[in-house]
C-alpha cells in the first residue's frame, strides 16, 4: 500500500490538464466517491493495527496534495480565462489626466528666465544654514531684531543652527567660494516663525540675486529692476524706489511697480494708491564683501531679494497664502505655464 500512495503522489504532482474537461475527468479519478483515493480509504481499513497509524498520515497527504492539485490547476483556467474577456484592442483608451505645474514654481521659473537672459546663473544654498551664513556674514548686529525667537525657527535649539530667514544666506556661500565677477539668483524656500494666516506663513519662498564686479553702480541696478518687472508684469509698469534699511545693502530700497491689477489707478489690492511693493534692494555694503573675502576697494555690487508668493500673488490674485500649502487639487489644475 505504501508504494502505490508513493506512486499516486508522484503522479499527482504531475498532473496536468489542458482544458476543464480534463481537469474534471482527473477530479473523478482521484478524488470522487469511488475514486482511487475513496478506495484506499476503503483498504485501509484491513491495515493491521502496529500500521495504522502511519498508513492513515500518509493516506491524508495524499488526499490533501489531490486536492490542492486539482484547486490550482482550476485556478490557473479561470484566471487565463477572465484575461482573455477582458483584452478588447479596439476599445478607446482610459484618460490618462495630466498634473500641472504648482503656480510658485512657475513663477520661480519665469523669474529664473527673466534673469538667465541677462546671464544670471542659478546658485542653491542649504536650508538648515548656520548663524554665519544667515545672518553675521551679512552684517546683521549681534542684538538685530530678526535674530530674534519670534523670526527664526533655531535647529534643536542651537542659535548657530538656523533654517534660513531669507535666500541673502547664499549670496555668503557663493562670494566665499568665487572672485568677481559673480551673477547669481538663489530661488529657494525660507522659514519663519510667524503665525500662519491668509497673508503669512511660516515657509515661503525667495529669490535673490546678486552681481558683484568692477564698477557696478545703483544704475545698473536700477536698469536691471525696470528690465524685470516689464518682462514680468508688462511693458507699461513703472517702478519707483524708496530708501529703506537692511543690514546687507548700503544704500537700500524698497521698489514698487504701478499696480497691475488696476493699471495704477488705485484698487483694494494696492489700498487705493496705485503702486504695490514687490521688493528689496541695494548696493552690496562693503562689510559683506570684506567678510566673504571680496576686496570691497576693488569691488562693488548689487543685491536684490523678492518673494515669490508676493509676486505670484500679482500675478494671479490668490487671496489666501495657504492654498499654496495645502495641495488642493481643484486650486492647483487651474494653473497652467504660459509657453
Ligand atoms: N533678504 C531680504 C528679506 O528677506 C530681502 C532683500 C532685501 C534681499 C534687500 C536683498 C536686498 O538682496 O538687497 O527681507
Known amino acids: 500500500m505504501i508504494e502505490k500512495i508513493k506512486t499516486l503522489l508522484s503522479e499527482i504532482e504531475q498532473l496536468k490538464a489542458s482544458d476543464a474537461n480534463e481537469l474534471e475527468a482527473a477530479r473523478i479519478r482521484y478524488l470522487s466517491k469511488k475514486g482511487i483515493i475513496s ?67 512657475i513663477v520661480k521659473e519665469e523669474i529664473n528666465d527673466i534673469f538667465k537672459r541677462l546671464g544670471f546663473s542659478i546658485a542653491e544654498g542649504p536650508e538648515v544654514e548656520d548663524d554665519w551664513h544667515v545672518f553675521s556674514s551679512l552684517n546683521f548686529a549681534d ?22 530667514t531669507h535666500t541673502s544666506s547664499v549670496q555668503t556661500r557663493v562670494m566665499e567660494k568665487a572672485q568677481p565677477p559673480i551673477r547669481i539668483i538663489c530661488p529657494g524656500r525660507v522659514y519663519r516663525n510667524e503665525a500662519i494666516s491668509y497673508r503669512a506663513h511660516c515657509f515661503f519662498h525667495q529669490v535673490e540675486a546678486l552681481y558683484v564686479d568692477k564698477d557696478v553702480s545703483f544704475a545698473d541696478l536700477k536698469q536691471v529692476l ?14 519707483r524706489l524708496r530708501p529703506s534699511y537692511f543690514p546687507f ?38 562689510n559683506v564683501l570684506d567678510n566673504c573675502g571680496i576686496d570691497s576697494k576693488i569691488y562693488s555690487g ?14 494671479y490674485q490668490v487671496k489666501d497664502l495657504r492654498m499654496f500649502s495645502e495641495n488642493d487639487v481643484r486650486f492647483l489644475e487651474q494653473f497652467q505655464p504660459a509657453y
Request: proline content about 6%; hydrophobic content about 35%.
Open 39 to 105: 478506495t484506499l480509504m476503503d483498504d485501509f481499513r484491513s491495515v493491521p493495527a502496529d500500521q495504522k497509524r502511519e498508513m492513515g498520515m500518509r493516506l491524508n497527504e495524499l488526499k490533501q496534495k489531490a486536492t490542492e492539485k486539482i484547486q490550482s490547476l482550476k485556478e490557473q483556467f479561470e484566471t487565463a480565462g477572465s484575461t482573455n474577456a477582458c483584452i478588447d484592442l479596439s476599445r478607446t483608451a482610459y484618460p490618462v489626466p495630466l498634473g500641472t505645474r504648482h503656480p510658485i514654481s
Open 143 to 164: 542684538d538685530h531684531p530678526a535674530r530674534d525667537m519670534q523670526d527664526t525657527f533655531f535647529v534643536q535649539n542651537d542659535p548657530q543652527i538656523v533654517l534660513r
Open 226 to 239: 525696470l528690465f524685470f518687472s516689464k518682462e514680468m508684469f508688462g511693458e507699461d509698469t513703472r517702478i
Open 249 to 286: 545693502t548700503e544704500p537700500s530700497a524698497e521698489m514698487d511697480i504701478s499696480c497691475n491689477i488696476c493699471g495704477g489707478k488705485g484698487c483694494p489690492f494696492c489700498k487705493h494708491t496705485g503702486w504695490v511693493e514687490i521688493l528689496g534692494c541695494g548696493m552690496v555694503d562693503p
Open 302 to 315: 548689487y543685491a536684490l531679494g523678492m518673494g515669490i508668493e508676493r509676486i505670484t500673488n500679482l500675478k
